[in-house]
Structures are given as structure tokens and as C-alpha cells.
């Protein structure tokens, strides 16, 4: 099967999208479940890498979050599927760090190749989870003043004089000594977890003046167990979570709706938090595929992970 004969579908997303727990989770059910899906993989055509993916696969089978590693990149994997109309598809896979989309929007620079594919792509899957991404809190005005509010929040020493600011700096050297290595990790860890919707947004922007062509994307929200939980007996579709959780991509997508074509879809790839003792209890019950989920933009149901390809 040629290349122009195949339809090709590109994961984006920044860190902890949940991009790799989608993809592993696909390929554990393409190649050891055993349930009807509407695509399947042509065996005849694995990818050189995909040993890797299995290493992963082994994680969700002992009920272990799979977690990205800079050792473990699952570098250009591009599955080949088919379906009953005899239709081909590659399903390609970048570098599996998010990284690569972190620095796109805040270095504004993209490896030639990983932009290329996002051009040549027919549809983007475009991943969001809300659990790992930084929560954005304005401040409410209404009769206070936000300087006003800030020093009842935390003390007259919001505003302070500039003998004050240069006493307290004469004494970083000596504090920033005796943190522990712990606390600096965390610094670390915090300055690099730039995602939040401002970041969606300015990536979403960036595809789209770069792509010289409109774009069928589909915004992926992952961890869909953990929406059910929160909203409990009030149901809500994939479309009405990203208006409540992140109103300024929702007024993005609602007002720019004509530069292309898009759907909003739930996925919740392995079926539940391993983490969760309740949970990983009723994936253990039944080898978790019971447990799997797919919303599509309708807020229908499925187990059929390809469904959103």
C-alpha cells in the first residue's frame, strides 16, 4: 500500500497530555484484545521501535501508571491500520515527550521533520488533560482594589518600601543555602510545568498559521474516569467540560470555528486511576477493558479505542 493511498493521523500535545497512555493502551488492544474494533493492525507492517511499546504495554497488564521516561522515547512510531472497506491508515507518533510542543509555543522553534508530518497529516489528535496542567486563578475585582485584597490575603508586606526589598535581598544568599535539595527539585519541577490553557491556546494558534491548509483536528480530553467521578450524576459532554474547565480554549474554538474543522472527544485510555485502591480493585476484576472509554463529540459510548481515529 502506497503512502498517498493512506490516510495519516498526528498526536499533539504538551507534557502529560496523556498521549503515550493512549497510544499503549491502542496498541495492548490492537494486538492482545479481544473485542471488535473498527480499525486493526497490520502485523505484516510493525515499526522498527515498536519492541519499545510493548515494554510499556507490560506496565498496564501490572496495573502501573505508564509514566513518560527520557530513557524510554518512543521516537517516529507510525502504526498501519486498516478496516473492513479495505481503507488504510498511518497513525504516526512522534518523539513521545510533550516537550517538543512546550518549546514550540514558549521557544517558538519545532524539529523540521516533526512539522512536516503535522502538515502531511490529514487529522490531528490534539490531547488535553486538565489533571496535569497548572490552574489559572484570576483575581476578582470588585469594590477592593486587587492590591487591596492581596495584603488582607497575605499581610501589609504585599507593598513594601525599597529599604525593606533590599534588606530582605541581602538575605537570599543565606536562605537559599540551607534549602533542602528537595525543596530546589520542586523549584525545578514547577518552573518547568508550563502547561496550562494560555499554552493550549498559543499552540492551537501556532498549528494553525503554520499548516497552510485547514486542519481536522480532534481535542482529546484524557482521564475521562476521573470527569465522570467529579461531576458524579450530572453528565456532561466532552464540548460542555471544556466550556466549564477552560473557558478561554472554548471562546477560542467558538469564535474561530471557520479556520477549521474540529470535535471534542472524552477518552479514558486504561480505564481508571491505578493509584485509586477502589479503582485499580475494579480494573483487576476485569482485566480492565471493561473499564475503557471513548466519548465521541455526541456523547456517545464506546470501548473501541480507534474510534477516535
Known sequence: MKDMDKKKVFMIGMPSSGKTTYLVSLCRLLLYGGQETGWKLDVKDVPEGFERVQILIKNINSYKAVRRTYGLE?????????NQNQEWMQFVVPDSSGEIFRDLVYDRRIASNIMEQIVESDMLLFFINVNTMISEERI????????????????????????????????????????????????EKEQKKYNNQSALVELLQIIIYLVPHSLNIRF???????????????????????????????QYLEFNS??????IWGVSAQGGDFDD??????????????????????????????KLL
Open 74 to 82: 518512543l521516537n517516529n512510531v507510525a502504526l498501519s491500520l486498516y
Open 140 to 187: 476578582k475585582l470588585g469594590e477592593k482594589s486587587a492590591i487591596k485584597q492581596l495584603n488582607e490575603e497575605h499581610g501589609d508586606k504585599v507593598i513594601q518600601s525599597a529599604e525593606d526589598i533590599a534588606e530582605e535581598h541581602a538575605g537570599d544568599k543565606e536562605n537559599e543555602q540551607i534549602k533542602s535539595k528537595e525543596q530546589v527539585k520542586n523549584k
Open 220 to 250: 482529546v480530553i484524557s482521564a475521562w474516569d476521573l470527569v465522570e467521578k467529579e461531576f458524579k450524576q450530572d453528565k456532561v459532554t466532552p464540548k460542555e467540560y471544556i466550556k466549564i474547565k477552560l473557558p478561554l480554549l472554548y
Open 258 to 263: 471557520k479556520l477549521f474543522d474540529y470535535e
Open 277 to 306: 485502591e477502589d479503582d485499580l480493585k475494579k480494573l483487576q476484576s476485569n482485566d480492565g477493558e471493561d473499564y475503557i472509554c471513548v466519548v465521541d463529540s455526541k456523547a456517545d459510548t464506546s470501548k473501541d479505542l480507534t
